[in-house]
């Protein structure tokens, strides 16, 4: 088995980033096994960074001062090359952002109180200010997560989104004998649409870590794990 799958799209269109995404046999938390990872796909393991992830919509900017440490929050912004950014996942959504303009990546970490905190909008936001990002210059890449085929949630959890997500047309949610199954990835598409992000420019890989359990980590179908699936976007 391979260490980590590439987005062809990405490698195909975007020249200055490194996007990677590690499989089964890796555990992006253990930085022996990202040291694999970052030499094979010549990724700098000096300045990896990340977060100490806590279900927040905190989004921090990567400047010189603050490469290489591991910060409070659950997504990250640079514009600076070399500097590997890190989101772990295990079920949860990792969003890759990449502003093909400026040269400006942020990369973030959705579970469903993210998403329920819009954090991949908090992200564009504090892109536009920092970089000047335009969101139509975005291209968008959400990772391997439980999908809507396996993410069974209480009603009550459905009815608190439909509050948070009331003036759109479309279904967030499946009933399947009488059993709710919540859509994070339709929510989170739908967020970074009224961001502004062309619907053309998000690339769901439609890649469920529940059903792909043998390809992924995944909190639920791996009961309760502590490995953790690796997002890792760089400039290069
Ligand atoms: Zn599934």
Known sequence: MKNYMTVQEIKDNIDFVNL???LKNIDAKSREDMKLV?????LNIENLTSNLQIH???????NKDNIGQKIEGDALITNINKVPLLIFTADCVPIGIIDKKNKAIGVVHAGWRGTYDKI??????????EFNTNPKDLICVIGPS?????????????EKFNTNFTN???KFYIIRNNKYY???WKINEYILETSGVKKENIINLNLCTSCKHDEFHSYRKHNQTTKRIGMIMEIK
């Open 20 to 22: 990677a995404i590690t």
């Open 38 to 42: 970052c030499e094979e796909e010549d």
């Open 56 to 62: 927040s919509d905190i989004v921090t900017l990567i």
């Open 120 to 129: 991949a909008q908090k992200t564009i936001e504090k892109m536009s200010k």
């Open 146 to 158: 439980i999908g809507p085929c396996c993410y069974e949630v209480s009603e009550e959890l459905v």
């Open 168 to 170: 759109c047309n479309e």
């Open 182 to 184: 919540l859509d994070l």
